[in-house]
């Protein structure tokens, strides 16, 4: 995968995080143009010449790494490696975009952290969403050869042929001035949440034939009067699964008649949220900025538009999710099903009841997750950094709503197949069933 700067996407994020795709750098033009911006300046730069923070009016004559060792702190649980990868690839992705006056000669070293398999041992606490720090800090130090690497093989020592490299005091500030594992977590689960949203489209389509619904509400007449892109296209793709006009009743409950808008709509602001993050997987987010002759003081580096995008993210998948447990409910009734209540094997026995259980009770956690983090800020350092969108609970909580998603669409799936395929078998544990659904299901 060659990096250039400008076209990194949120699957090839996936692809270098998950399946081991190697990394390429087409060119080091300008990151080279603004290190020589950087390096010709005379006057007060911040975090070159003046401490950070509330600390910026202060000047200082010769600055050491001091920054990156005291902004070198996280705490909880341990970041898994493939997080930490998707971070490196960004990180090394936006140096490449310019702008930031860090010496280019880091960049291909970072590209053999990332190829050899090698991840700065990150954790999970230390970001509000105006910079990752402590885990590019923690990455600095890495390079410095002050912390190991983590390294996929457990048998791995620490070698002397480990990726190293001499940071100046000056690429203390440019080095951690960014989100990059804010937005590694983001790009992972607009890629991974999206191709679940694309699977919850064939579990519909298995409700729909269960229960004979109608597909009248999916028809291209219906679509054409109100087109949101998303609405249309996830009609358009249902129409094509079904294999036949269905049903003779006239209104079908929200969880059929709807399921295009509301389903639509997670598409829609899915969509727009990978659109968000890929902008800033492939910008320049430093502070200052290096362009032209210029040092640039500004806020590239706060990730409200992230944060904002991944609150209607969040909330957009619950009310997703609620229309599965809505569907979920309806082949429980043998009004819809035409057989015994709860798709049991003989009157009176508890068949599929449990689904509904643990339906609801993954859609209470997915209900948890889609609580908007925008609503709240934060002022640290002296009252100097006065705002901050936690855009980095954001990303992690969208990542979290993968597991509770799954888990809702499967316990539909698994009710529909039973529903479909005949006379329901004697009643049994149902774990082997949901767990196969899953399979079925995980991106």
């Known amino acids: ?50 401490g950070v923070g509330a600390n910026r009016d202060i000047r200082l004559e010769a600055p050491g790494l001091d920054l990156i060792r005291s902004h070198a702190c996280g705490a909880g649980p341990a ?18 975009a310019g702008g930031s006056g860090i010496n280019p000669a880091v960049l291909p070293v970072l590209a053999e952290a990332i190829n050899r398999g090698h991840t700065p041992p990150l954790q999970t606490y230390g ?26 093989n457990p048998a791995h020592p620490p070698a002397d042929d480990d990726p190293r490299f001499p940071l100046a005091p000056s690429d203390a500030l440019p080095f951690i001035s960014s ?75 929200y969880g059929y008649r709807a399921f295009a808008q509301v389903h639509g709509a997670a598409v829609d ?18 502070n200052p900025l290096f362009s032209g002759n210029l040092a640039w003081h500004n806020g590239n580096f706060h990730t409200a538009p992230v944060a904002l995008a991944l609150d209607g993210l969040r909330a957009a998948l619950a009310q997703t999710a609620q229309l599965s447990t ?21 009157p009176g026995a508890s068949g ?14 997915l209900r948890h997750l889609a609580a908007p983090v925008t609503t709240g800020t934060a002022m640290i350092s002296r009252g100097t950094e006065d705002h901050a969108g936690f855009a980095t609970q954001a990303a992690r909580h969208a990542l979290r709503c993968l597991e509770p998603l799954e888990i809702v669409l499967a316990c539909e799936r698994t009710a529909a197949a039973r529903a479909l395929h005949g006379p329901p078998p004697p009643d049994r544990p149902l774990t082997a069933d949901l767990d196969e659904s899953r399979r079925v299901l995980r991106p």
């Open 269 to 286: 602001t899915l969509d727009r949220a990978r659109r968000t993050v890929e902008t800033d997987l492939n910008a320049a987010t430093e």
């Open 179 to 253: 989100g990059a594992a804010t937005l590694a977590d983001a790009a992972l689960a607009c890629h991974l949440l999206g191709r679940l949203l694309e699977a919850a489209v064939d579990v519909a389509a298995l409700s729909f034939t269960a229960v004979d619904a109608s597909a009248e509400p999916l028809a291209t007449a219906v679509q054409e009067a109100r087109p949101h892109p998303g609405q249309v296209a996830v009609a358009a793709r249902l129409r094509g699964l079904l294999t036949q006009e269905l049903s003779n009743r006239l209104q079908d409950p």
């Open 1 to 50: 995968m060659k990096l250039d700067g400008t076209g990194l996407t949120c699957a090839q994020v996936h692809e270098v995080a998950y399946r081991g795709a190697r990394v390429t750098i087409a060119s080091l033009d300008r990151a080279r143009a603004s290190w020589a911006t950087a390096q010709g300046l005379t006057g007060p730069v911040y975090g070159q010449s003046t």
């Open 127 to 152: 970001a509000i969403g105006t910079g990752d720090l402590t885990a590019l800090a923690t990455t600095a130090l890495c390079l410095l050869g002050e912390l190991p690497w983590h390294h996929e």
């Open 352 to 365: 599929v009841l449990i689904l509904e259980y643990v339906a609801q009770d993954a859609l209470a956690e």
């Open 79 to 96: 970041i898994e490696p493939g997080r930490a990868r998707a971070m490196l690839v960004i990180r090394l992705n936006q140096l490449l």
């Open 326 to 346: 809505a569907r979920l409910a309806t082949l429980m009734d043998p009004a819809y099903t035409g057989r015994h209540p709860f798709l049991a094997h003989h």
